[in-house]
């Protein structure tokens, strides 16, 4: 349910990240994917790997177009961080602006919103969003 209401409304729940966001539709990350693999930024196994991701997000950040790559769960562990990293990462390689990784959820322990944050995580949690920067500037 919580990835049905991120799809319907990427400019509400997002708005703290991008503006204007927007969800990006799978015929466009397929058109975007087989250029990056036909140019050899990524290879097959990595293409099917972002294409696994649950959702991606292309908006406008400090006047620019950046990228948010969307792991969306119940409950955020350890690994959904990870794997929301890893994507964002590969996704980074295939386009020339800002990629940034984002976990979303209805639950996410403290000790895993802690490494988001520090890992450089955007954490979405039932209508709250915590930025990795603001835990940047508290260290």
Same mark, same amino acid.
């Given at each position: 349910?919580?990835? *049905?209401?991120?799809?319907?409304? #990427? =400019?509400? =729940?997002?708005?703290? *990240?991008?503006?204007? +966001?927007?969800?990006?539709?799978?015929?466009?990350?397929?058109?975007?994917?087989?250029? +990056?693999?036909?140019?050899?930024?990524?290879? /097959?196994? /990595? &293409?099917?790997?972002?294409?696994?991701?649950?959702?991606?997000?292309?908006?406008?950040?400090?006047?620019?177009?950046?990228?948010?790559?969307?792991? $969306?769960?119940?409950?955020?562990?350890?690994?959904?961080?990870?794997?929301?990293?890893?994507?964002? &990462?590969?996704?980074?390689?295939?386009?020339? /602006?800002? %990629?940034? !990784?984002?976990? +979303?959820?209805?639950?996410?322990? /403290?000790? %895993?919103?802690? =490494? !988001?944050?520090? @890992?450089? $995580?955007? %954490?979405?949690?039932?209508?709250?969003?915590? @930025? #990795?920067?603001?835990?940047?500037?508290?260290?």
């Amino acid at each position: 349910m919580t990835e *049905i209401r991120l799809r319907q409304n #990427p =400019y509400g =729940y997002f708005s703290e *990240i991008v503006r204007r +966001a927007k969800w990006v539709t799978s015929d466009e990350l397929d058109d975007l994917l087989l250029e +990056a693999l036909s140019k050899g930024l990524i290879n /097959e196994d /990595e &293409q099917k790997e972002l294409m696994r991701a649950d959702l991606i997000v292309r908006g406008v950040r400090e006047g620019q177009i950046a990228w948010l790559v969307v792991e $969306v769960l119940g409950t955020v562990d350890t690994e959904d961080v990870d794997r929301a990293i890893r994507r964002s &990462q590969l996704l980074a390689r295939c386009v020339s /602006e800002p %990629v940034s !990784a984002v976990v +979303a959820g209805e639950f996410c322990p /403290e000790e %895993v919103l802690r =490494y !988001a944050l520090r @890992s450089g $995580v955007w %954490v979405l949690l039932d209508g709250s969003t915590f @930025s #990795p920067q603001r835990i940047s500037r508290q260290n």
